[in-house]
């Protein structure tokens, strides 16, 4: 069985890969990609508390600003 980009197995082949995401979708199998994507969300998370903590609290407001700029010229 082939390996995925970030080393899973999964079919080659349409009909393969449909049976084995039936499988997940009824619980018969648990998807292994589930596990590895909570992990690198969790260090994302560890990573912006700690460059919040590191940053002043004017650049803290000045990257909020243009945040808050940038969603509001892309509403209109």
Sequence with gaps: MPKGPNGEKRPADAIGLAVHIGKIATGE?????????????EMGRVGGKKRAENMT????????????????????
């Design 29 to 41: 199998i648990e998807d292994e990609r589930e596990s590895l994507s909570s992990a690198a969300a």
């Design 57 to 76: 609290p004017e650049r803290r407001a000045e990257i909020a600003k243009k945040a808050a700029q940038t969603r509001w010229r892309d509403k209109t």
